[in-house]
């Protein structure tokens, strides 16, 4: 059964402080592993990884992924408040199936 | 990227009520998805709704309980039918970049409704 497993589950740091998001999958047929924010209700894209040792960045977030060991990891850099959300990762097989995970629930202390 | 919209954005129902809920795509798109997410779990599949054919449910869903209307190719409702305090959840409705006219790959989401059952 495909699925997609998140840590840690949550997560407290202060501003400032460096985290890092992990994510692992098994999906059969694998096409590529989505990166969102969920702040309130709707979640709201951040990354699409294809390939493997590719960084994509995007201000203070980046996204890397390894299809060899069947992870990827998000990290934030210099973390603000604003920040403060449930981070969700999901892999898409080739039938457009997405699989999310369970979510990492990141706090920001001021 | 989709402009989804959503309505309504909230509500409180009655044990044994039914609501239905609309989802509104700002472009045609093929395939419409609805999502529910319970309290503290990640987002689960209902079901992909195709215009002009029958919805296609997960397991674990059916379309007495989620019926699925899909009149055109930018429109699609959910009903939640005959409701339990075990339907409260959010209920997403996504589209898939593929139908849109982008070559970016990604899953869009609307605004999600927040529905409480008594």
């Known amino acids: 059964e495909d699925k997609v497993v998140q840590s840690p589950l949550s997560l407290v740091v202060h501003e400032g402080d460096t985290v890092t998001l992990n994510c692992s999958y098994e999906?059969?047929?694998?096409?590529?592993l989505l990166w969102y924010k969920q702040e309130k209700k709707a979640p709201t894209f951040l990354f699409m990884l294809?390939?493997?040792?590719i960084e994509k960045k995007s201000g203070r977030l980046s996204s890397i992924l390894d299809k060899k060991e069947l992870f990827s990891i998000l990290n934030i850099t210099a973390t603000q408040t604003g920040d403060s959300a449930v981070y969700l990762c999901?892999?898409?097989?080739?039938?457009?199936?997405?699989?999310f995970g369970k979510g990492t629930r990141l706090h920001i202390l001021p | 990227s989709a402009v989804i919209s959503q309505k309504p954005s909230r509500d409180i129902c009655q044990r044994g009520t039914s609501l239905t809920i609309q989802c509104q795509v700002d472009?045609?798109?093929?395939?419409m998805f609805w999502y529910r997410q319970q309290p503290g779990q990640s987002l689960t599949l209902i079901a992909t709704?195709?215009?002009?054919?029958?919805?296609?449910?997960e397991s674990g869903f059916v379309i007495d309980k989620f019926p699925i209307s899909r009149p055109n190719l930018t429109f699609s409702t959910l009903t939640v039918s005959n409701m339990s305090p075990e339907d409260s959840s959010i209920y997403l409705c996504?589209?898939?970049?593929?139908?849109?006219?982008?070559?970016?790959?990604?899953?869009?989401f609307g605004p999600g409704t927040r529905l409480t059952v008594l």
């Open positions: 999901a892999g898409v097989n080739r039938d457009d199936k997405i699989i």
């Open positions: 999906v059969t047929n694998f096409r590529s």
């Open positions: 472009s045609q798109v093929t395939m």
């Open positions: 294809t390939s493997s040792g």
């Open positions: 709704a195709n215009q002009g054919s029958e919805a296609t449910y």
């Open positions: 996504s589209v898939n970049s593929r139908g849109l006219a982008t070559t970016l790959d990604t899953q869009y």
